[in-house]
């Protein structure tokens, strides 16, 4: 029996080694390849299937999903091998490669389980961090349609980063600002959609004679454009600097803050920081500022408004 399973091993190692080369030529697919690397783990032969994935990880034309799923089946192979430290390097390489991609936990075992949420923990939170500026900088350069789908890619990395426990505490923060700017960017994808592919308002039903002219009114008239009024500042003060804290060159600070339909501020995060101490009493500020809400066709809606703060020493 033991040489039949040697037999059967080595078949399997030499199938892998074909496919590896032929998936270079384009002749099998990667998902073909990674199978039989798949196979070489449920072997228990951790060691060929290593050698095997590390050479997958190489190929040009594996693409993010696969290459997570070839980190995934490393780190499993690893961790076989009691290599913790290497296993848990493929278990982060795995969430780099594609954020959203995890194994099914509950076909973990505890151990391994926990290794793939330490990565998610470690990894995800500047990925989340690095979509959102990606994403707000597509806002703001007028590409809203994209801004507002990294801003859910955005929420659903922190669903993520909640599912594996122990977020930081600026999550909680950026999922606000994700959502405000969320809201935002469908504001300004309906009001640049050309107007026969403007939704038509909450509760209006189309009509078979929808398509109509209204009397009075040509055919090619536009429906009324989409108006958001910024917030005008009520309550906008800052706290001086700390007189035994030397003041930095430029002492320019931006702070971001959500603020809902009564005017009020509810999260407030530091988007430009000049020191810790300073930082947090400015925070502490900015969540007591009141402002006039914006206004979305004269009705009020929430809005995500950079505040930019110059200071000077107290005197």
């Known amino acids: 029996m033991r040489l039949q399973y040697r037999a059967a091993l080595v078949v399997l190692v030499t199938l892998l080694g074909t ?60 961790l076989a091998l009691n290599r913790l430290d290497e296993a848990a390097s493929a278990a982060e390489a795995m969430v780099r490669h594609d954020p959203l991609y995890a194994p099914a936990l509950d076909d973990l075992s505890p151990r391994t389980r926990e290794m793939f949420q330490q990565a998610q923990r470690h990894v995800l939170p500047g990925i989340a961090q690095e979509q959102y500026a990606e994403a707000k900088a597509a806002y703001e350069a007028g590409r809203p349609q994209e801004a507002s789908s990294q801003f859910n890619r955005v929420l659903e990395m922190l669903d993520v980063i909640a599912a594996a426990g122990e977020a930081p505490p600026l999550m909680a923060d950026l999922r606000v600002l994700a959502i405000g700017f969320r809201r935002l960017a469908a504001v300004a994808s309906q009001a640049s959609a050309p107007p026969e592919n403007r939704p038509l308002p909450h509760g209006q039903a189309q009509t078979a004679g929808a398509d109509r002219p209204a009397s009075g009114q040509s055919a090619g008239a536009a429906p009324p454009e989409i108006t958001v009024t910024p917030p005008v500042a009520v309550r906008q003060d800052v706290p001086p600097w700390p007189r035994d804290l030397p003041v930095p060159q430029s002492a320019v600070a931006v702070v971001e803050v959500v603020i809902d339909q009564e005017g009020r501020v509810q999260q407030a995060q530091m988007a430009k920081a000049l020191n810790p101490r300073y930082d947090q009493l400015l925070l502490s500020a900015a969540r007591n500022w009141t402002y006039r809400p914006a206004l979305r066709n004269g009705q009020p809606t929430p809005f995500v408004k950079a505040v930019r703060v110059e200071l000077a020493p107290a005197r």
Do not use: M
Not at 27 to 43: E, K, N, P, S
């Open 19 to 78: 496919l590896i080369v032929a998936t270079a030529a384009q002749d099998i697919t990667v998902a073909d390849a990674i199978v039989a690397a798949q196979d070489l783990y449920g072997a228990a032969a951790y060691e060929d299937a290593i050698a095997a994935l590390n050479q997958l990880a190489a190929s040009p034309v594996a693409s993010d999903r696969e290459l997570a799923t070839i980190e995934r089946y490393r780190a499993l192979c690893l």
